[in-house]
């Protein structure tokens, strides 16, 4: 990964995204992918990089920017916070976590999380609230109102060998991801259109994936997100087994179709690319399940890096894992030829 590359990740990492209230990262990813290709925005918040704008055949590779998140709902007389959440919180481990709110006053409130919940009870979004060191509600109430957006407060590392800590890896990985594609295609000789969109709202309710789908009409879309690896301790493998350093997971069910993924695994043994394979029966849980609804239907895979620890402010990913599903990306959208049949059956 070059100096460059890394400083923009970690700089996205870095910038607040709350589910809703995009606007700050956006502004990072639009300012990198300005650079190498042609940018767009649009109502619902999301931001477009696009290559070969004139092809017929366009190929729409999505991430979305958004980290969950919180958002107020209360503030007491005594200056605690009350809130809900945006996106899936893992309420276990709320207790003791540090955020920053966004306050519509300009300012960035610290405070803590701690719980209400008696003893041997387990935390819930209800009885969890946010302490700013503020004994007076009044005087918050200057500085943050109901309304206001809230993230874990968190920055990225790296750590041991090659491995990337941090919140929202999920999914800013996959923003990054895509902007990265896109600078090296801008290399390339293209005969498609590369349409990479930093989409909005996919921990809540996926409408930047949707309403660009909509607006670009793709003849084939990617999804670039995150899957859960399996290789420590509890971890869930009832899907397949995703491990960190072995590459990018492509996923098999029924949303996906298969002939993008016989051309994802002919390039990756053909560039000796490493991946992986999981399986997504019934839907992805990503920005391919609206994509694949809109217009009359788009065909879908979906690309997914392997983290540990999802949801938290510790999510780890491996960096070579990054560049490799780079690679991958770069070099099946350099094969195309723009006449691909993605047709699972002809007449």
């Known amino acids: 990964m070059e100096k460059s590359s890394k400083e923009f990740l970690m700089n996205l990492l870095g910038t607040p995204s709350p589910s809703g209230d995009e606007t700050k990262a ?3 990813w639009l300012d990198y992918v300005k650079k190498y290709a042609l940018v767009k925005t649009d109502h619902v918040g999301n931001a477009y990089g696009i290559l070969n704008p004139d092809a017929k055949f366009k190929v729409m590779l999505a991430a979305h920017i958004d980290e969950i998140g ?5 503030i007491d007389d005594n200056g605690y916070i009350w809130f809900t959440n945006l996106g899936f919180l893992n309420t276990q481990i709320l207790p003791g976590m540090k955020v920053s709110i966004y306050g519509f006053s300009g300012k960035v409130i610290k405070g803590v999380i701690n719980s209400s919940a008696e003893k041997n009870n387990l935390p ?3 009885n969890c609230f946010i302490d700013c060191g503020y004994n007076d509600g009044k005087k918050l109430k200057k500085l943050v109102r109901i309304g206001d957006y809230a993230v874990y407060e968190s920055q990225p590392e790296i750590i041991g060998e090659n491995k990337l800590v ?20 801008s290399k390339r000789e293209l005969n498609i259109g590369v349409y990479a969109i930093s989409t909005t709202g996919e921990e809540t309710n996926s409408k930047g994936a949707f309403t660009a789908a909509a607006r670009v009409k793709p003849n084939l879309a990617l999804a670039c997100d995150v899957t859960y690896d399996t290789e420590y301790p509890g971890a869930n493998n009832k899907n397949g087994n995703v491990t960190s350093g072995n590459g990018a997971a492509l996923s098999i069910g029924s949303p996906i179709n298969k002939k993008i993924n016989e051309l994802f695994e002919k390039i990756a043994k053909k560039k000796k690319i490493p991946y992986q394979l999981e399986i997504t029966a019934d839907r992805t849980y990503t920005d391919a399940d ?17 983290i540990k620890y999802m949801h938290s402010t510790v999510e780890m990913a491996d960096l070579k894992d990054i560049d490799k599903t780079v690679d991958l990306l770069v070099e099946t959208l350099a094969s195309m030829t723009g006449k691909e049949d993605l047709r699972p059956v002809k007449p």
């Open 26 to 28: 956006q502004k990072v």
């Open 70 to 74: 919180m958002i107020v709902t209360k």
């Open 124 to 126: 819930t979004v209800e």
């Open 166 to 185: 941090g919140k929202a890896l999920d999914n800013k990985t996959g923003a990054y991801i895509i902007a990265e594609t896109l600078k090296k295609l």
């Open 290 to 306: 609206k994509i694949m609804y809109s217009g009359e239907g788009v065909p879908v895979a979906l690309v997914s890096l392997p």
